[in-house]
């Protein structure tokens, strides 16, 4: 069972039923649940999208784009349905915030989707857990039976005349799955490879339908925007980034866990004061912000960094996923880079060629250079490799696996030529050796 | 493909609860082909593997060719076409998990049980495969037993977690 931990400067708002058995729909129901959705049904969609963007809540997926703005650009009139998609295919490496809203609050991922229906006009909503989260769709099975039983899903949610139906969906490992087109293609039974944008979900989404697709930490968290106000969310946070999010600090840290802290919160003081500093009295060496596919951050580049979208992506990264992984000083950036790319290279869906044969690519470079055997010219070829992979793919994989590799050649480019002419890797203890 | 005279429930070769599953699940979504992902998973829990004959039953309930099933199926990677152990041992070595000792779990297990990635035991009884994050890097290292997680591990429990799966299985067959 995922342990839960807790920092005095945490502000509770999204985890704040978590470890107080609100996966029971009576005990949600004691702690204020499904009140949102009452007072959302009665305003009407107009005023729950002007709340939403009044909020500034901003997708906890990783683009970071407006929530209230995304729902906005779903026609108010269409002949084909419209969709509702929590999209909860967590495989971000470094992100596991996802898990603990499943585990612990399953009726606000409910509660969130009713109210994403309500705002665009949707009858359907689905709730989408990666394959190996099966304990936790189990969770979230039970709820929505439980919610049905109740009469908050079904033919009149509320006693109200409104319908709205939550179908869950599991997948069966792919991180692609978790790119918003490729999601809908898994949905459909099908491949999970990315659709060609435009036309963009908001209008041709799910079996053709305008559809809006959410991470499940946004779900989650609306509702609570509407109990609180969006006035008074938005001010948790820096202008622009509402509210706070679920930081997930792992790697090495004395205390790593799930923390929700408000937006903007010092990237040096999460790492130092949070999660105890780094584990064993060593030295930082460099941090990744926001999930794997975020390029990496050096210890005097956080020193004043806020995690917010806009201050993250100033400073040359970005927030991502929320999931911080920290790296001490006895780490080999190579390798870390190498097991960064191997889990692009598999992951890779094979539909664009310069993510397909660019992540195979730069695989095989990686791998060899960390074993060894590498050239000069091969650190360069790693940048060339990764800055033509760049904005070239349907979706974002390619750049996901672009951005941290030039970070990591970039930044640590002194670290890169110690492995050269045949010197051992000053850290690991796994070189593989090089099949290429 | 030939027009079926017999129904999907009299020629299932899942069990009674399992056939009711699938016929719910087809049933549950707008289109019917929106089922073949969890079908596929479920029919693989129980079978242990996507043989030639779980692609045809699953073809046949959805309505599609075996090739179009083959064609999807081999997208996943939780999706497999050859048995694996009882107890699936899928270790994370992700870089979160890599952090703090994956590998070092990993080689533990390939120790004790002396078999190496996507490996088998002799007796049927424990698979093992180094996987991809599966969503658990705050509580590193983890690994996944079938559905179960383990999480925030060290090397000398790798012989108390086999022991507890092998105990758990003699139970289930002193109970049957």
Same mark, same amino acid.
């Given at each position: 069972m995922p342990r839960l931990v807790s920092h005095p400067d945490e502000v509770k708002i999204v985890t704040r039923r978590f470890g107080q058995g609100a996966a029971n729909i009576d005990r949600y129901l004691e702690l204020g649940g499904y009140e949102a959705a009452k007072k959302c049904l009665a305003r009407g969609p107009e005023w729950v999208i002007t709340e939403m963007k009044a909020s500034n809540l901003r997708g906890r997926g990783g683009a970071g784009f407006s929530t209230g703005m995304k729902w906005s650009f779903?026609?108010? #009139?269409?002949?084909? +349905?419209?969709?509702?998609?929590?999209?909860?295919?967590?495989?971000e490496p470094g992100t596991c915030k996802d898990h603990l809203i499943f585990l612990h609050d399953p009726h606000a991922v409910i509660e969130g989707t009713i109210i994403?229906?309500?705002?665009?006009?949707?009858k359907t909503g689905f709730i989408y857990l990666r394959g190996e989260y099966r304990y936790l769709l189990e969770i979230m099975e039970k709820a929505v039976a439980d919610a049905y039983g109740r009469g908050f899903l079904g033919k009149n949610i509320f006693g109200s005349d409104t319908e709205f139906q939550i179908i869950t969906q599991s997948g069966a490992g792919a991180y692609e799955v978790?790119?918003?087109?490729?999601?809908?293609?898994?949905?459909?039974?099908?491949?999970?490879? +990315?659709?060609?944008?435009?036309?963009?979900?908001?209008?041709?989404?799910?079996?053709?339908?305008? !559809?809006?697709?959410?991470?499940?930490? !946004?779900?989650? !968290?609306?509702?609570?925007?509407? !109990?609180?106000?969006?006035e008074a969310y938005s001010a948790v946070g820096t202008p622009r980034n509402g509210g706070t999010r679920l930081f997930?600090?792992?790697?090495?840290?004395?205390?790593?866990?799930?923390?929700?802290?408000?937006?903007?919160?010092?990237?040096?003081?999460?790492?130092?004061?949070?999660?105890?500093?780094?584990?064993?009295?060593?030295k930082l060496k460099a941090v990744v912000p926001g999930g794997s596919s975020t390029p990496v951050l050096l210890p005097e580049?956080?020193?004043?960094?806020?995690?917010d979208f806009d201050q993250v992506g100033k400073a040359g990264s970005m927030l991502g996923s929320g999931g911080v992984v920290v790296i001490d000083d006895q780490t080999c950036i190579v390798e870390f880079a190498l097991r960064t790319i191997s889990f692009y290279q598999h992951e890779s869906c094979g539909w664009c060629i310069p993510c397909r044969e660019g992540t195979d690519w730069l695989k095989k470079s990686l791998t060899r250079f960390h074993a060894g055997f590498g050239v000069a010219a091969d650190i360069d070829n790693? #940048?060339?490799l990764a800055e033509n992979m760049m904005g070239r793919t349907f979706c974002p994989l390619g750049d996901a696996a672009a951005m +941290?590799?030039?970070?990591?050649?970039?930044?640590?480019?002194?670290?890169?030529?110690?492995?050269?002419?045949?010197? +051992?890797?000053?850290?690991?203890?796994?070189?593989e050796l090089a099949v290429v | 493909m030939s027009p079926k005279e017999t129904s999907a429930e009299t020629m299932t070769l899942f069990s009674p609860r399992l056939a009711a599953r699938l016929d719910a699940l087809v049933g549950k979504y707008p289109v019917r082909r929106s089922a073949l992902v969890p079908m596929l998973l479920y029919a693989q829990d129980e079978v242990g593997y996507l043989s030639d004959s779980v692609i045809a039953e699953v073809a046949h309930r959805i309505g599609i060719s075996e090739l179009d099933v083959r064609n999807v199926a081999t997208y996943y990677s939780m999706l497999r076409f050859k048995p694996a152990g009882q107890y699936n041992i899928q270790v994370c070595t992700n870089i979160s998990c890599m952090l703090r000792g994956a590998y070092d779990l990993y080689e533990r297990f390939q120790e004790e049980l002396g078999i190496g990635h996507k490996g088998v035991t002799a007796d049927g009884v424990f698979?093992?495969?180094?996987?991809? *994050?599966?969503?658990? *890097? *705050?509580?590193?290292?983890a690994i996944q037993v079938n559905y179960d997680f383990h999480d925030d591990l060290t090397p000398d429990q790798v012989p108390g977690i086999l022991g507890q799966y092998r105990n758990h299985l003699q139970n289930e067959e002193k109970n049957a």
């Amino acid at each position: 069972m995922p342990r839960l931990v807790s920092h005095p400067d945490e502000v509770k708002i999204v985890t704040r039923r978590f470890g107080q058995g609100a996966a029971n729909i009576d005990r949600y129901l004691e702690l204020g649940g499904y009140e949102a959705a009452k007072k959302c049904l009665a305003r009407g969609p107009e005023w729950v999208i002007t709340e939403m963007k009044a909020s500034n809540l901003r997708g906890r997926g990783g683009a970071g784009f407006s929530t209230g703005m995304k729902w906005s650009f779903v026609p108010k #009139q269409s002949a084909k +349905p419209k969709y509702v998609l929590v999209n909860g295919d967590e495989s971000e490496p470094g992100t596991c915030k996802d898990h603990l809203i499943f585990l612990h609050d399953p009726h606000a991922v409910i509660e969130g989707t009713i109210i994403a229906g309500v705002a665009i006009g949707a009858k359907t909503g689905f709730i989408y857990l990666r394959g190996e989260y099966r304990y936790l769709l189990e969770i979230m099975e039970k709820a929505v039976a439980d919610a049905y039983g109740r009469g908050f899903l079904g033919k009149n949610i509320f006693g109200s005349d409104t319908e709205f139906q939550i179908i869950t969906q599991s997948g069966a490992g792919a991180y692609e799955v978790g790119e918003e087109s490729a999601l809908m293609e898994s949905l459909e039974g099908k491949r999970g490879v +990315p659709r060609i944008k435009p036309p963009f979900p908001a209008v041709v989404g799910l079996y053709g339908g305008p !559809t809006i697709i959410n991470n499940a930490e !946004t779900i989650a !968290t609306v509702p609570h925007v509407i !109990t609180m106000g969006a006035e008074a969310y938005s001010a948790v946070g820096t202008p622009r980034n509402g509210g706070t999010r679920l930081f997930g600090l792992s790697g090495h840290v004395e205390r790593p866990g799930v923390y929700e802290l408000p937006m903007g919160y010092n990237l040096k003081k999460m790492i130092y004061d949070v999660g105890g500093g780094i584990r064993g009295g060593r030295k930082l060496k460099a941090v990744v912000p926001g999930g794997s596919s975020t390029p990496v951050l050096l210890p005097e580049e956080i020193e004043n960094l806020g995690m917010d979208f806009d201050q993250v992506g100033k400073a040359g990264s970005m927030l991502g996923s929320g999931g911080v992984v920290v790296i001490d000083d006895q780490t080999c950036i190579v390798e870390f880079a190498l097991r960064t790319i191997s889990f692009y290279q598999h992951e890779s869906c094979g539909w664009c060629i310069p993510c397909r044969e660019g992540t195979d690519w730069l695989k095989k470079s990686l791998t060899r250079f960390h074993a060894g055997f590498g050239v000069a010219a091969d650190i360069d070829n790693i #940048q060339y490799l990764a800055e033509n992979m760049m904005g070239r793919t349907f979706c974002p994989l390619g750049d996901a696996a672009a951005m +941290p590799t030039l970070g990591f050649v970039k930044k640590f480019r002194k670290e890169f030529e110690d492995h050269l002419n045949g010197k +051992p890797c000053p850290f690991a203890e796994h070189v593989e050796l090089a099949v290429v | 493909m030939s027009p079926k005279e017999t129904s999907a429930e009299t020629m299932t070769l899942f069990s009674p609860r399992l056939a009711a599953r699938l016929d719910a699940l087809v049933g549950k979504y707008p289109v019917r082909r929106s089922a073949l992902v969890p079908m596929l998973l479920y029919a693989q829990d129980e079978v242990g593997y996507l043989s030639d004959s779980v692609i045809a039953e699953v073809a046949h309930r959805i309505g599609i060719s075996e090739l179009d099933v083959r064609n999807v199926a081999t997208y996943y990677s939780m999706l497999r076409f050859k048995p694996a152990g009882q107890y699936n041992i899928q270790v994370c070595t992700n870089i979160s998990c890599m952090l703090r000792g994956a590998y070092d779990l990993y080689e533990r297990f390939q120790e004790e049980l002396g078999i190496g990635h996507k490996g088998v035991t002799a007796d049927g009884v424990f698979s093992l495969e180094e996987v991809e *994050c599966i969503g658990a *890097c *705050c509580w590193a290292p983890a690994i996944q037993v079938n559905y179960d997680f383990h999480d925030d591990l060290t090397p000398d429990q790798v012989p108390g977690i086999l022991g507890q799966y092998r105990n758990h299985l003699q139970n289930e067959e002193k109970n049957a």
